[in-house]
């Protein structure tokens, strides 16, 4: 039987730096692989893991924002991580480490919805519509992800790989693990302003189109704060570890030389 918090690994053991990489919703660890081959990253030791709920891996106890973040700290501990970087959902669940004070290191957020308003209207209507209704307009989003991946600007090999991930989601999950997604960043009216008073150095990365953004408020906010960096990516990118994998590792790499 698949564990929770499933563990892939990369780079020699005995680096002297360690990074822990958190996937998207739906998305499983694996999805780190292009990202761990590049050659920036290629001096540190690099740990991917698979969140609860997503591709198939068995729910935890506590699926909400705030738990999945107390968890991933206590395995960046146990890995002795220096940065912790996220993607979509695995973002959130950084960037609460971060402000929640589970993790004190250089932070990357890749394609981070930090409010309601950066998140896609569709993916919100479809998960509160199977809070009320039942499972199955999740269902039907989860048939129309594989349409998605199959469009993925990255190699056959990945991208059947991402195929194979996406179609081991169950949709009681996917509603439990987005819903509590949800709450989470509809619940803090600012955490750009947060993040930027913690002081904590952080990479927000998003691309032209295709992976949300920022409201001009919290871009504002993110670009009179010292400690965060605003990277953009050109063009249209939906999965930014598996589309732009040189340019994500380029940041981590950045992220890794502010490790003190």
């Known amino acids: 039987m698949r564990e929770s918090w499933e563990i892939l690994t990369a780079g020699p053991p005995d680096a002297a730096r360690s990074v822990l990489l958190l996937p998207g919703g739906a998305m499983a660890a694996r999805s780190f692989n292009l990202v761990m081959a590049e050659p920036a990253v290629s001096p540190l030791r690099l740990v991917a893991t698979t969140l609860p709920g997503m591709a198939g891996a ?19 501990k146990q890995n002795r991580c220096d940065v912790v970087v996220g993607f979509s959902h695995g973002a959130t669940v950084a960037l609460d480490m971060v402000l929640s004070g589970h993790f004190h290191g250089p932070v990357v957020l890749l394609g ?14 479809v998960v509160r519509a199977s809070e009320k209704v039942g499972v199955w307009p999740m269902a039907m989003l989860l048939r129309l992800l594989p349409r998605m991946a199959r469009s993925a600007k990255t190699t056959e090999m990945h991208k059947q790989e991402l195929l194979d991930d996406i179609k081991k989601n169950r949709a009681s999950d996917a509603v439990r693990m987005s819903s509590a997604y949800l709450d989470y960043i509809a619940a803090d009216p600012d955490p750009a302003a947060r993040l930027a008073a913690s002081g904590n150095p952080a990479w927000v990365v998003h691309a032209e189109k295709g992976d949300g953004g920022l409201t001009d408020a919290e871009r504002a906010t993110l670009e009179a704060a010292p400690n965060v960096t605003l990277v953009k990516i ?9 589309e732009a994998p040189k340019q994500t590792a380029e940041v981590i790499a950045s ?4 490790a003190t």
Not at 58 to 74: F, K, N, T, Y
Not at 234 to 242: H, S
């Open 58 to 76: 068995p729910l935890s106890e506590d699926v909400s924002i705030p738990g999945l973040a107390r968890r991933a700290g206590e395995l960046a």
């Open 112 to 125: 981070i919805s930090l409010t309601t308003a950066d998140e896609d209207g569709f993916f919100r209507t």
């Open 234 to 242: 050109p063009g249209a990118v939906f999965f930014l570890p598996d």
């Open 255 to 258: 992220a890794v030389a502010q």
